[in-house]
C-alpha cells in the first residue's frame, strides 16, 4: 500500500532538506498530514513570509528583511575588523558568543572543485572590494579547518594582499577544543594545537 501522493510529495521535498534522512522525512509528513495541521498552516505562512520578505545584506552577504543587515548598519561596530565566514549560520554562532564586535562577510560557501564551485560562485570579489576601502585594518578567516577551507582562505589571503598589502589578514585558532580529551583528538588537531600554542 502507499502513501497518498499528497504526502508522498511532502516526504520528497522534506527530503531534500539538510539532515533529513528518508525515514525522518516521512514522520515528519505523516505527522503534518494527519496531527500537525495546525503546525502545518502555520509553518505555511512562516515560509511565505521569508520567500516574500528575507534577502541578502548588499554589504556582507548576510540574511536580512532589509537591504543592509542590523550588523552592518550598527555604528557601534568595529569597522577595522572584518571576520569572514562561510554561511549566516557561522555568523550567528559567533555573534552568540558576544566576543567580536567587529564586521562579517558571508562567503555563501567555500572553493570546492570536486563539486564544481570556484571563487566566481562565491562572495570572494565583494569581499576584496571591502579590503580596498580605508577602514578595514584586519580581515580574519573562520572557515571551517578542512581541505575546503585551508584552500578558500589560502586563495582569499593571496588574492587580499595582490590589492592591499598593509590589511593584516588572521585565522581563527585551530586545536583542541575545551572540554576535550587529548587521547580522543586527531593527530592534526595535535598539530595544530602546537602551533597555535601561545603564552600561559
Not at 585594518?137 to 585551508?150: R, T, V
Not at 582562505?153 to 592591499?164: A, H, M, P, T
Not at 587529548?182 to 598539530?191: A, D, P
Amino acid at each position: 500500500m502507499r502513501l497518498p501522493k499528497e504526502i508522498q510529495d511532502l516526504n520528497e521535498l522534506l527530503s531534500r532538506l539538510p539532515n533529513i534522512g528518508p525515514k525522518l522525512s516521512s514522520r515528519l509528513a505523516l505527522y503534518l498530514a494527519l496531527g500537525g495541521k495546525d503546525l502545518a498552516k502555520k509553518i505555511s505562512v512562516s515560509i511565505n513570509e521569508v520567500l516574500e520578505n528575507i534577502k541578502v545584506c548588499q554589504l556582507c552577504g548576510n540574511v536580512s528583511n532589509t537591504d543592509i543587515c542590523d550588523i552592518c548598519s550598527d555604528e557601534s561596530r568595529d569597522r577595522s575588523q572584518i571576520l569572514v565566514v562561510e554561511d549566516s549560520l557561522d555568523l550567528y554562532n559567533i555573534e552568540s558568543s558576544a566576543e567580536y564586535t567587529g564586521l562579517y562577510h558571508i562567503l555563501g560557501g567555500v572553493i570546492s572543485p570536486i563539486n564544481g564551485i570556484g571563487p566566481s560562485d562565491l562572495r570572494i570579489l565583494g569581499l576584496l572590494n571591502r579590503a580596498r576601502e580605508p577602514e578595514p585594518k584586519e580581515i580574519i578567516l573562520a572557515l571551517n579547518p578542512n581541505l575546503e577551507g585551508d584552500a578558500t582562505s589560502l586563495y582569499i589571503k593571496q588574492e587580499i594582499q595582490k590589492i592591499n598589502s598593509g590589511i593584516a589578514i588572521t585565522r581563527l585558532a585551530k586545536g583542541i577544543p575545551a572540554g576535550g580529551d587529548i587521547e580522543f583528538v586527531s593527530n592534526q588537531t595535535i598539530v595544530d594545537s602546537m602551533r597555535s600554542r601561545r603564552e600561559f
